[in-house]
């Protein structure tokens, strides 16, 4: 597996330097290697799918990726994975609504990012980690978030840097922070923030020029001139905006050739346009600027499409036109009402932050309630509310399970002989060797002691005796540990458990009797006759 998602973090750089469709192409061969159904595939080779789809401009089948991906992340367990289906079907959910209006939910956005948010801090795999992290910015940067974006990006960038080799290219969230700064200021420029403005260019710079350095890879050229054109598009405001003009000319023709993402090349254009101005060259800076206008890509958000024709408006004021200077009255009060917009956005944000906060907090107290502190399984608290809540499940009389009782035979004589120390590390153990013969549906508590018991969800007698058995052979294989099981089974449906749960007790009990390191089951019609000890 290991393999595969070091090919998929290589695949994902692939996608986004204009590789999408071979990207995707072999994806798919890997996601349909398993059964022959997509559904079926590692999460990591869905999530280059999914990116491909973004870095060919089609947020519907993103969204679709997205979907498909999310049972993946389930059945592996894989918060980091789940974190990127989630947060990058938010914001392709985004464009979705820039397109249509009636796909436009914002706060349905905000709630998959933030709950991205937290499952990406949970995660440990650094492919998927980095991923998720990136992901959840890219959201809040299409939301214009910028506060929440930037430590997202600036988190994986440094566990991509911790751990070299292992994320593709690092220097990719440098080239996001230095887009999202870029970004930042544009928006600012139109409000007229320019002092602000031209400290979010200067960030932009800072974090362009250490992308140039630190790129590598197969695709280290192209990104490297990525990197090189933020650069200079953060120079267009400063004291050599002709020098600026030449250098995002040169990178702008060089990134088109290759068919790099359309992003870069359009937040190029109005700093292009400002450097030929600033040079003494506003006919061309309009001309610039008209074709920028013409080739906006469908797709383009809110801030690309505003910048684009606000710069192209400010030229044709500076030229003397009037109606420039009305158009360019209008589009500032909107951008001033979407700057407050964003703001209230900003507000909503950080609210379900501490609600989401507040949620794993108290979360995490009712883990540690359930928890039975030496051994680290569930406790009796959590063994009893299973019970409960298996008793009263909708479904409770057609569903049987199965209860089992668990005592272990000579511990006493771990303690006495060895010390409490000794008695710990074997009820640890004994903890461990339990778990790991129950499924994942099943839950193993220690009741107290050297008492244990296990309830297995849809199981029936047959499948329960093995479970019993494999846990007694599972003991018994444990290192210089001289206990053993003696284990009592019954079976019912869900709402008559707690009977079931007596008649557990008694079978382990007989178990006892007979010398105990053994199973006995006790049916439902307590027919124990038909009961077996096995050694």
């Known amino acids: 597996m290991r393999e595969i998602t070091l090919e998929a973090a290589r695949l994902l750089e692939r996608a986004q330097t204009g590789e999408a469709v071979a990207a995707r192409s072999r994806a798919e061969e890997v996601l349909r290697a398993v059964t022959g159904d997509l559904v079926d595939g590692p999460a990591c080779m869905h999530f280059v799918r999914l990116v491909s789809f973004i870095a060919q401009a089609d947020p519907a089948a993103a969204v679709e990726a997205a979907d498909l991906m999310l049972p993946s992340t389930e059945r592996e367990g894989s918060v980091g994975w789940r974190a990127c289906a989630l947060a990058s079907r938010a914001w392709q959910r985004l464009r979705l609504g820039q397109m249509d209006p009636a796909e436009n939910d914002v706060d349905r956005v905000l709630r998959d990012l933030v709950a991205a948010e937290a499952l990406a801090a949970e995660e440990r795999e650094p492919i998927a980690a980095v991923n998720s992290l990136v992901a959840v910015a890219i959201g809040y940067w299409e939301l214009r978030l910028y506060e929440l974006a930037a430590p997202q990006f600036q988190l994986a960038y440094e566990m991509s840097r911790a751990d070299d080799g292992q994320n593709g ?118 001309r610039v600027m008209a074709d920028a206008v013409r080739d906006l890509p469908p797709d383009a958000d809110w801030l690309a499409v505003a910048s684009t024709h606000r710069t192209r408006t400010v030229l044709m004021a500076n030229l003397g036109s009037a109606d420039a200077e009305a158009a360019l009255a209008y589009g500032d009060s909107l951008a001033a009402a979407l700057w407050r917009q964003r703001q209230n956005t900003l507000h909503a944000a950080r609210s379900l932050h501490d609600l989401e906060a507040l949620r794993l907090q108290h979360e995490q107290m009712a883990r540690v309630a359930d928890l039975d502190a030496l051994t680290g399984i569930a406790n009796r608290r959590a063994f009893d509310h299973a019970l409960a809540e298996a008793r009263t499940a909708p479904d409770a009389t057609r569903r049987r399970s199965a209860v089992l009782l668990i005592d272990t035979d000579r511990f006493k004589q771990i303690n006495d002989t060895r010390g409490h120390a000794a008695g710990d590390a074997a009820l640890r153990a004994i903890a461990a060797a339990l778990s790991a013969q129950a499924g994942p549906e099943d839950l193993v508590a220690r009741l107290g002691g050297d008492e244990f018991a296990a309830l297995l969800h849809g199981c029936e007698e047959a499948a329960a005796t093995d479970v019993a058995e494999r846990m007694v052979e599972a003991v018994r294989a444990i290192q210089d540990c001289p206990a053993t099981l003696s284990i009592g089974i019954a079976v019912a449906s869900d709402d008559e458990l707690p009977a079931a749960l007596e008649r557990a007790d008694e079978a382990m009990y007989a178990v006892k009797r007979a010398g105990g390191d053994g199973v006995r089951r006790c049916d439902e019609d307590e027919d124990e006759d038909e009961a077996a000890l096995a050694a």
């Open 169 to 286: 290219n690092r220097a990719m969230w440098l080239l996001n922070l230095a887009e999202m700064h870029l970004g930042w200021a544009l928006e600012l420029y139109q409000i007229s923030q320019v002092e602000e403005a031209e400290e979010h260019t200067a960030e932009a710079e800072r974090y362009a020029m250490r992308a140039a350095d630190e790129v590598s890879g197969d695709d280290a050229d192209a990104w490297r001139e990525n990197a090189l054109l933020y650069a200079a598009c953060s120079r267009a405001d400063r004291d050599d905006p002709a020098g600026a003009a030449a250098d995002i000319e040169t990178y702008l023709a060089r990134l088109e050739a290759r068919g790099f993402m359309p992003a870069a090349m359009t937040i190029g254009k109005p700093f292009y346009a400002v450097a030929l101005s600033r040079s003494g060259r506003p006919e061309e800076a309009l």
